[in-house]
């Protein structure tokens, strides 16, 4: 018998005999709040800035003062004219020196300011962590509740790549003390587009 | 490091030789628990959720051969190669083959248990292979030449001048700087070369999935995606335990992990691998080491649910006091002690007496294992057994109370819950046997039976 096919038997012999079925995961969401404020409340709360726009032109406008240092700035947003537009061949250690990466997300999650990412809208998957600093424009309407509604939106989609991305990259290794930049982004912006 | 001639008591002596150390260790995962505690308590539905993670988990154990082939069919799919390995000898063999196929000598590796496990560095090392940590935790204590201490904090034993010292010394920082700003700067560019220049990464993995045979890692340095992304071949190593049946069921425990382990809503990155990258190879090792076994040990095979938040240790009144290397295994605390006999009793036989039985650890447990009395049913296998002289050699002194007298620790688990909420101060410093044992602090003005009977309206 094969490795693997030990395993399994083992397992199979020793596993519970019991049936235990699947429970329901049926959790209402919180609606005590809207969406987009609550969202804002929890980026805030993990060292995340938000800004309400209505348009791209007001995105564009507010990365050229924001960001004065950043030489190398890259987007994934075909509709933003800023920045160099990448492709999906390129080497990602080309990436290295990015100081500013903005890119679309899918949806974002009010409960834990979490903003869904996949590898066809980033084009490369290392984007969003090699850069200095990171920008995410999302649409006000795609704020959803909570995690439960996050998994009933991506539903059976298929993807290579796809994460959840929740403040600037931290670590709190040192005693404890909570230090922004760990390797990924310093610091993370959001861009609710509300249209109006 | 080897510990194998010691016991957790006389470990845990070692590191409360350093008393203020000891206090501020103490303090500071109490801290985390309470930030636990806030974070759980923002979530009306938490009770409802733990429940759904322990039901689902349950589920997983009745049926764990199945999901496994289901998500080696989609993962192999997917364009993923699957490895199988029987013991932390097989993985560490199957590793090193993926490499030296490669022509690679240096890896990093981000934040791993079951590595620890298997002491996979150490038989890298042995056959040319770098092995660089990328944890900013992992690093430091590498550095070091020492195991983590906490699963989900490796360097919660450490104050910040001991990592200057070391960052000065492996790193050249400026001496004294102890600046921890400064000091996770000097390892962010240290890391950064590393992530560029090397061929090969391994992760961990956190759950993965069967129905679409992805897995999912979470971090929140990023250091697991900087690794993967950058890397020709990302192997990622996994107990078959960390299989959840579907990818919706990913979002109980994604809200549950982050809040009980540190009071974070989410880890910053939770990341879905499903494909490799084009051009890229990836690699799964599905590892049993010991669970099968365990999955048949019907009191003890609830602790395969484990999800490694680290909850069970910030708040156990042990733990804290005695510190992460007294447990001399690569998991410590409380599921630690529950899973280290299953491997090896005799080694281990001293771990299921390095508890006082409060429950605490049960209570915050995000899938619900009876953590608590898997200790207790632990000492009265091991009694059975024959390793009675074996712990009585070790000449535990809180221990042969704890034996003779069950009841006290009963009722004090029970008056320790309570009081926890009211008065937390009270469990850190009278009512812990722990610190009674160790100092003899100077009598509390009322006995605990007074203060509870004027206190308790
Ligand atoms: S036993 Fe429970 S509390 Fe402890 S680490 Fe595992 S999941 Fe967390």
């Known amino acids: 018998m094969s490795n693997r096919d030990q395993i399994l038997q083992t397992i199979k012999n020793n596993q519970p005999a019991t049936a235990s079925p699947l429970p329901d995961i049926d959790f209402p969401p919180d609606v005590s709040k809207p969406a987009c404020d609550k969202f804002i409340e929890a980026l805030a709360g993990i060292g995340g800035a938000s800004h309400l726009v209505k348009d791209y032109e007001a995105i564009n406008a507010i990365i050229k003062t924001a960001y004065p240092q950043a030489k190398r700035i890259v987007t994934t947003c075909a509709a933003l004219p800023a920045g160099e537009h990448l ?40 984007l969003p962590f090699i850069t200095q600093q990171l ?62 | 490091m080897s510990h ?56 997983v154990l009745a049926n764990l051969s199945e999901y496994l082939i289901q998500f080696e069919e989609q993962a192999t799919r997917n364009g993923i190669t699957v490895h199988w390995a029987k013991d932390g000898k097989e993985h560490n063999a ?74 000065h010394e492996h790193l050249q920082t400026e001496k004294g700087n102890n600046d921890p700003q400064f000091l996770t700067q000097a390892a962010r560019i240290h890391l950064r070369e590393k992530f560029l220049t090397r061929r090969a990464a391994l992760t961990g993995v956190n759950f993965a999935v069967a129905e679409t045979g992805e897995f999912v890692v979470c ?27 579907q990818r919706r069921h990913l979002s109980v425990f994604l809200r549950l992990l982050a809040r009980s382990a540190t009071g974070q809503p989410i880890t910053t990155y939770s990341s879905h691998f499903k494909k490799p990258r084009k051009g890229a190879e990836m690699h799964i090792v599905l590892v049993d080491n010991g669970r099968s076994t365990q999955l048949g040990r019907k009191d ?19 733990y804290r006091r005695s510190g992460g290397h007294s447990y001399h295994t690569a998991i410590a605390g409380p599921i630690g002690s529950i899973l280290a006999p299953n491997l090896d009793m005799r080694k281990y036989a001293d771990l299921p007496f390095a508890s006082t039985l409060c429950g605490s650890c049960s209570n915050v447990c995000p899938v619900k294992i009876d953590i608590h009395d898997q200790l207790y049913k632990w000492r009265q296998v091991l009694m059975k057994e024959g390793y009675g002289s074996t712990i009585k050699k070790m000449g535990m002194k809180g221990m042969t109370f704890t ?18 909420k009211a008065a937390p101060f009270i469990i850190n410093n009278k009512l812990n046997p722990w610190y009674k044992q160790r100092d003899m602090p100077s009598p509390p003005k009322e006995s605990f039976g007074e203060w509870y009977k004027k206190n308790r309206k």
């Open chain 2, 403 to 420: 034996l003779s007298h069950p009841g006290f620790y009963q009722f004090a688990g029970k008056a320790g819950r309570w009081a926890m």
């Open chain 2, 300 to 318: 003890f095979r609830n602790s395969l649910k484990c999800i490694r938040c680290g909850a069970c240790f910030n708040t156990c009144p042990v």
């Open chain 2, 4 to 59: 194998s001639d010691k016991d957790h008591p006389k470990l845990a002596e070692q590191f409360n030789a350093d008393e203020p150390r000891v206090d501020w260790h103490d303090e500071t995962l109490w801290w985390v628990r309470v930030k636990r505690d806030k974070a759980a308590r923002s979530i009306p539905e938490w009770e409802q959720l733990r429940e759904t993670a322990s039901r689902i988990k349950n589920n």
């Open chain 1, 87 to 126: 492709s999906a061949d390129a080497d990602p250690h080309a990436l290295d020196n990015v100081d500013l990466a903005v890119i679309t997300a899918h949806f974002a999650v009010a409960e834990n300011a979490a903003l869904w990412v996949t590898e066809d809208i980033v084009q490369q998957r290392a």
């Open chain 2, 94 to 167: 199957i590793v090193l083959g993926l490499l030296q196929k490669h022509g690679i000598d240096r890896m990093v590796k981000s934040k791993s248990m079951l590595t620890e496990e298997c002491h996979l560095n150490d038989y890298l090392q042995q056959h040319g292979i770098e092995v660089i940590d990328t944890d900013l935790g992992e690093r430091i204590v590498q550095m070091r030449k020492e195991p983590p201490s906490h699963i989900v904090l490796p360097a919660i034993h450490l104050k910040k001048q001991d990592v200057s010292d070391t960052f």
């Open chain 2, 219 to 245: 971090t929140n340095e990023g250091n697991a995606d900087m690794g993967a992304h950058l890397a020709d071949i990302h192997i990622a190593s996994m107990g078959f335990e960390k299989i959840i049946p």
């Open chain 1, 135 to 196: 920008a995410v424009i999302v649409k006000k309407e795609d704020i959803l509740n909570n995690m439960h509604q996050a998994y009933q939106r991506i539903g059976a989609e298929d993807y290579g790549f796809g994460t959840f991305i929740a403040g600037p990259s931290k670590t709190a290794d040192i005693e404890q003390s909570l230090v922004l930049g760990a390797h990924g982004p310093k610091t993370m912006c959001v861009f609710i587009l509300s249209g109006k």
